[in-house]
């Protein structure tokens, strides 16, 4: 318990606590819509390369899957970190904040957040459908169709890239499944305590 004499001081340190996650967030958010636009640019600039000229080798569309994957990775980790972060500022943060000032209730908009993420078939359609498209749907099919043209795919030439990208695209996927299948919650422990203070 805080006592009286303090609990304005220690709503100031909750809310730069706050204000300082928020920041994180949308630090991150900034990051995830620059990895999209690097994304679609690189598989532009790889797609346009390889169908400027006819003879370019099949190898080159292999490099977009491999690039897609590791972008679509970090997209993943940033999407984990926001979510770990909203389920501290709404578990932890403003319970604080509530009874450092008194108050039975405050507007949450992480609330709101959770029970659209609790919503399976709306969260798998509005953010996991378009992420799966952009990062592992046309990466897979550019691989298949460098699969289709190659003269032969069992060289070396071909087939070292051809492998990375396949093991890279499964890896995505795999994390790509987990985020969305558990909100975002991936790497948060199920036992983690949400906060060392408890309400009273």
């Known amino acids: 318990m805080v ?3 303090y609990k304005s001081t220690y709503a100031t340190i909750v809310l730069a606590i ?3 996650v928020r ?4 630090t991150r958010s900034t990051a995830q819509a620059g990895l999209v636009a690097l994304n679609v640019t690189a598989i532009g600039i790889l ?10 080798p099949p190898e080159i569309l292999l ?7 590791v ?7 940033h999407a984990i970190n926001i979510a770990n972060q909203g389920s501290f500022i709404q578990n932890v943060v403003m319970p604080e904040l509530m009874q450092s000032i008194d108050l039975a209730s405050i507007p949450n908009y992480e609330v709101s957040i959770r029970r659209m993420e609790k919503r399976a078939g709306l969260r798998l359609f509005v953010l996991g ?3 799966l498209l952009i ?6 099919a550019a691989m298949l169709y460098a699969f289709y043209i190659a003269t032969s795919t069992m060289t070396a030439r071909f087939l070292g890239p051809a492998i990375v990208s396949f093991v890279l695209l499964a890896v995505f996927l795999w994390l790509w499944i987990q985020a969305i299948g558990r909100g975002g919650q991936r790497w948060t422990a199920e036992d983690a305590p949400t906060s060392e203070v408890k309400m009273p």
């Not at 920041?23 to 949308?26: A, F, L, N, T």
């Not at 972008?71 to 980790?77: A, E, K, R, S, V």
């Open 3 to 5: 006592r009286p004499e």
């Open 23 to 26: 920041d994180e967030i949308k």
């Open 135 to 140: 990062f592992a749907g046309i990466p897979l």
């Open 71 to 77: 972008l679509g990775m970090l997209w993943i980790d």
């Open 18 to 20: 706050y204000n300082s």
């Open 129 to 131: 459908v378009p992420i």
């Open 63 to 69: 490099l977009i899957p491999i690039v897609s994957s």
């Open 47 to 56: 797609g346009g390369f390889f169908f400027g000229k006819a003879q370019n």
